[in-house]
């Protein structure tokens, strides 16, 4: 029982998928690749390619685009990688714990409440991954977006690589595995947001006393996206692509925003 | 609870066991993640040898794109499966594919619901009949050829029709579906079919002993009532058979009813032995019968007074035909065709008789009594169809589902029957005395008769396909033993003339592939939209001066020393 419970607070993200196609599970099919297709076997990789570049890919692009990569920031963004998984694996046994398991795929808002809550520890992890972790001298600027970025890429591989090794280089062809990529790239720019939002909270000490609650505000508001969009896709019953597009929107307005506060608490000190 | 009662020292043990094996969930987890649009039931054509000469489909597993029947006139079919709905049928295409032995990848036949069990109940379509002939004429044009691609049947549904409107208009469009324009791959992953070892045909006898009067050392007359159970149709796991010979068989089990009610009490048990045979290897010249006959000692054989084989009596309107082997001038004919006459008018009934000569030296044997009339014992069969079957022809196909069966026909059948036997039994020819009149508590029973017809027409019934321990084959014979004294069951290898290969059903899967170019073209936008991110991202942090210095050569020292 435990142990479904677990199975099942894990993969959040390959059961999406699961759960968008009504269908037979068969578990044969990987044989059939085996039948001297070979040309349409290297289309299929070609299929786990194009998906693999769109979700892992802009991680790539925005660290050697921004100055990160010229003040050598990747140690930082491996430690705060390691954070998140410490982190996931904390969450697990939390859900492990506390949650019940049901039987019907609907909305529980008990469930669903103490799932939001279990979330706050992501925002714990942050914390810890921007205060109490040892940089070298980056600047704030810098030191929010490397944890972002470690972050967020830490979370792609998690919930996203396994199921498209397996689901992306099968026969059938589903827009899925791009929707998920898309959906990656929201989540990067998500936890910069939050990753900016958390290092003003909790790095930057003379803030203009006005903009305080409005960063907490937004800091909660992005940190209780996953509890919204499984909302949204389970309580109101909103198709992938609709939240895909939903996530798409308020990551780059969380963005925007976040960016306008950082902005605006830095001119004081300049 | 079982966590809390561990001391601390198991606990940090657990909790890594927790995170292993939720890894190994994952793992599973993710093998399993693989599907299709679509899967659904095929059965395949039966595949057979016929002294020696090879039948049927000889291929079982299946890979290749689908193709429809609009597809451009010139396209290379060898590696693409041809969807063709019954409805669209053009039996002269097939034909000449066939005979001409043209290369294809496949063929899958769509029928139409009113031939399932489970959705053609009672559904009106106006071309039923058509259909029917259509379909009758399809079957006998696949079981004597030699396929050497596979050849698979389903039943329409919408999942099918849909993928199948799709096909429709990429081919009108006129680009037949290959690797690398994209379409939809039909996928069944079967294993080579193998032979059938050593097939079984199992007959069942059951005997209903008659009343020995005191001091009488004589063996009593029998009486024998005859019907084959089993089938042969083009695709052996939907040969339900309803009226070959399913009407049959359940006239066969109301008429034993309703004799083992009569025979329950000594005093109105009669002074004739019924012998009830339900057997099997009908459609192969009834070789079941030959062999269930000639293990009879001479002496039973010889106190059968005659035998009543019963075929496709289920879709009759008013008319029956009685087929005899001896002429019908023959006073034992003679005797039983006018006992049949006599009730059949009472019942505005037409019954007409046929006589055809039997060949000894011919193997072909076209109806049931011909074997027992081989053997010198006089029978008959009593069937809707005036004219002889072909071999392998009207066993109960494709097209012989329930829905073409009329339940009080059967009912009617099994009243005539029953009341001409018990006639002759009691010796009340030519009486007007309704023995099982309809409302009394010997009358036949219609829910019976419709419930046995039911499970037969959800049964598929191959010979070679049913073990010898099938469980259909058990619930007959139980039923015979509730209304017989005695049950016997004689299973016996079906000749050597025909072999049968297994993989009769399978499951179809249907992918969406996607072309090469659809792949191309999204490398391209990713590729572009990589850029854009990448440019955009080294504008707004770093500035565009920096973004245009990527693509400038350095400064030389010159200019900068200078």
Not at chain 1, 77 to 88: E, I, N, P, Q, R
Not at chain 1, 111 to 127: H, M, R, S
Not at chain 2, 85 to 102: A, D, G
Request: hydrophobic share 45%; glycine share 6%.
């Amino acid at each position: 029982m435990i142990y479904k419970s677990v199975f099942s607070g894990l993969i959040e993200g390959p059961k999406q998928i699961q759960s968008n196609k009504n269908k037979t599970i068969c578990s044969s099919q990987i044989q059939i690749e085996n039948w001297g297709q070979k040309i349409r076997r290297k289309m299929t990789m070609f299929h786990f390619f194009n998906c693999a570049i769109l979700t892992f890919g802009p991680h790539a692009v925005y660290y050697s685009a921004t100055p990160l990569s010229e003040y050598d920031t990747l140690g930082t963004s491996v430690k705060a990688a390691l954070v998140y998984l410490g982190t996931a694996l904390v969450k697990l046994v939390c859900l492990a714990t506390f949650l019940k398991v049901s039987e019907n795929d609907g909305f529980d808002p008990y469930q669903e409440l103490l799932k939001a809550v279990i979330g706050f520890i992501d925002v714990a992890g942050l914390y810890f991954a921007l205060t109490q972790l040892t940089h070298r001298n980056i600047s704030q600027n810098h030191k929010f977006q490397a944890v972002g970025l470690g972050w967020a890429f830490a979370d792609s591989v998690l919930h996203r690589l396994a199921p498209l090794w397996v689901g992306a280089r099968g026969l059938e062809f589903t827009w899925d595995f791009i929707l998920q990529g898309l959906e990656a790239n929201a989540n990067l720019v998500l936890s910069i947001s939050l990753a900016a939002l958390g290092s003003l909270m909790w790095l930057r000490k003379n803030k203009p006393k006005t903009l305080i609650p409005i960063i907490y505000a937004c800091a909660g508001i992005v940190a209780t996206m996953p509890s919204i969009t499984s909302y949204l896709r389970r309580g109101l019953g909103w198709h992938f692509p609709k939240v895909v597009g939903f996530e798409l929107f308020t990551s780059l307005s969380m963005a925007f925003i976040s960016w306008q506060l950082f902005s605006a608490c830095q001119r004081p000190s300049s | 609870m079982a966590l809390s009662k561990n001391s601390g020292g198991h606990r940090g043990m657990q909790e890594s066991m927790y995170s292993v094996i939720a890894l190994v969930f994952i793992l599973v987890a993710c093998v399993e993640l693989c599907d299709a649009a679509a899967a659904i039931d095929v059965y395949r054509l039966i595949q057979y040898d016929m002294s020696g000469s090879a039948y049927g489909s000889r291929f079982a597993a299946l890979n290749h794109h689908a193709a429809s029947l609009h597809f451009p006139p010139g396209a290379d079919l060898s590696r693409a499966v041809l969807v063709i709905p019954l409805r669209e049928l053009n039996i002269t295409f097939v034909r000449e594919y066939i005979n001409q032995k043209k290369p294809l990848g496949g063929l899958l036949f769509l029928l139409p619901d009113i031939f399932s069990f489970e959705n053609g109940g009672n559904k009106q379509v106006h071309e039923k009949e058509q259909l029917k002939n259509l379909l009758a004429e399809l079957e006998q044009l696949l079981i004597h050829a030699n396929i050497p691609y596979p050849v698979y049947f389903a039943f329409e549904n919408d999942e099918i029709d849909t993928v199948l409107a799709d096909i429709k208009k990429n081919d009108a469009i006129g680009q037949p579906a290959t690797a690398t324009t994209g379409g939809y791959k039909l996928v069944i992953p079967t294993p080579e079919p193998k032979k059938v070892a050593s097939p079984t045909i199992t007959n069942i006898q059951g005997w209903l002993s008659g009343l020995k009067a005191d001091g009488d050392t004589n063996q009593l007359p029998t009486i024998a009532i005859v019907a084959s159970y089993d089938t042969f149709g083009a695709a052996p796991a939907l040969s339900v058979g309803s009226d070959s010979n399913g009407s049959g068989v359940v006239a066969l089990l109301e008429i034993a009813r309703l004799f083992s009610l009569l025979y329950s009490n000594p005093k109105t048990r009669g002074r004739y032995n019924l012998l009830f045979g339900l057997t099997s290897g009908g459609p192969y010249n009834y070789n079941g019968t030959q062999k269930w006959l000639r293990s009879f000692d001479q002496r039973l054989r010889e106190s059968i007074d005659y035998a009543i084989c019963l075929n496709s009596i289920g879709s009759w309107d008013n008319e029956l035909w009685i087929h005899v082997s001896k002429p019908p001038e023959n006073a034992y004919i003679k005797q039983i065709f006018e006992g049949f006459s006599n009730v059949a008018e009472e019942m505005d009934i037409k019954v007409g008789l046929k006589h055809k000569k039997i060949n000894i030296s011919n193997p072909r044997v076209a109806r049931e009594h011909e074997q027992f009339s081989r053997l010198r014992v006089t029978a008959a069969t009593l069937s809707e169809i005036s004219t002889a079957p072909e071999l392998l022809q009207g066993t109960g196909g494709l097209y012989d589902s329930r829905q073409f069966v009329n339940e009080t026909a059967i009912t009617r059948g099994v009243k005539l029957v029953a009341e001409s036997l018990a006639r002759h039994i009691y010796g009340h020819q030519g009486k007007n005395v309704q023995i099982f009149a309809d409302g009394g508590s010997l009358a036949v029973n219609p829910a019976y008769i419709q419930s046995w017809l039911d499970l037969l027409s959800q049964t598929p019934r191959v010979a070679p396909f049913l073990s010898k321990n099938d469980p259909f084959v058990m619930a007959l014979k139980k039923e015979l033993a509730d209304h017989t004294d005695e049950v016997n069951m004689q299973h016996e290898v079906l000749e050597g003339v025909f072999t049968f290969y297994d993989s009769t059903s399978a499951r179809l899967n249907i992918y969406q592939v996607a072309s090469v170019t659809f792949d191309l073209l999204l490398l391209l936008v990713l590729g572009s939209y990589l850029i854009v991110l990448f440019s955009f991202l080294v504008i707004t942090t770093r500035g565009l001066d920096d973004l245009i210095s990527l693509f400038r050569r350095p400064p030389s020292r010159k200019v900068k020393t200078a």
